[in-house]
């Protein structure tokens, strides 16, 4: 088995849903390939990591409220609203994205060094300008939208 071969089985072999027989062929390859082996490592303590994270709840009514405060934007803003909420809905999944990649690559650059708290707020202002963001820059301080700004113009400097 080549180390590409074991790279693209390494999700189900840790999740344990590999077909025996290949499982088997993995262990082998484990055993006599060191660069393997510390793949198999990160990928086990990154899945650590992920399962370790707290995920605050969303508040039950939270898809309303947002949804409602959005259309109130939408019918201050434009006469064309279909257009406004479909733009709204692109950059706040751009910014999830974003967010993902940030944290992804903050998590895969300091190797376990601790990441700082956003408290920088003013930095955030900048980002929500360039990428027209301005909506979130409303976020009150300390809220998810705001620390999003701040995590993500730390990541982009
Ligand atoms: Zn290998």
Partial sequence: MRCSEVENAIETFLDGT??????EEVERHLDSCAGCRQ???????LTALLQSVHVPPVPGA????V????RRVQASRSPVGGVWLRTL??????AVVLAAGVGAGAFMGV???RVPAP?????????AGAYNLDTLSEAPEGSVPQAYLVLA?????
């Fill in 119 to 127: 408290t920088d707020v003013g930095a955030s202002e900048t980002l």
């Fill in 153 to 157: 113009s730390r990541g982009s400097k």
């Fill in 18 to 23: 590999l077909a025996p027989h290949i499982r």
């Fill in 111 to 113: 190797n376990g060094q």
């Fill in 39 to 45: 793949t198999l490592e990160r990928r086990r303590r």
């Fill in 67 to 70: 949804m409602g405060r959005a």
């Fill in 89 to 94: 809905f692109m950059r706040v999944a751009a």
């Fill in 62 to 65: 939270f898809a309303d409220a």
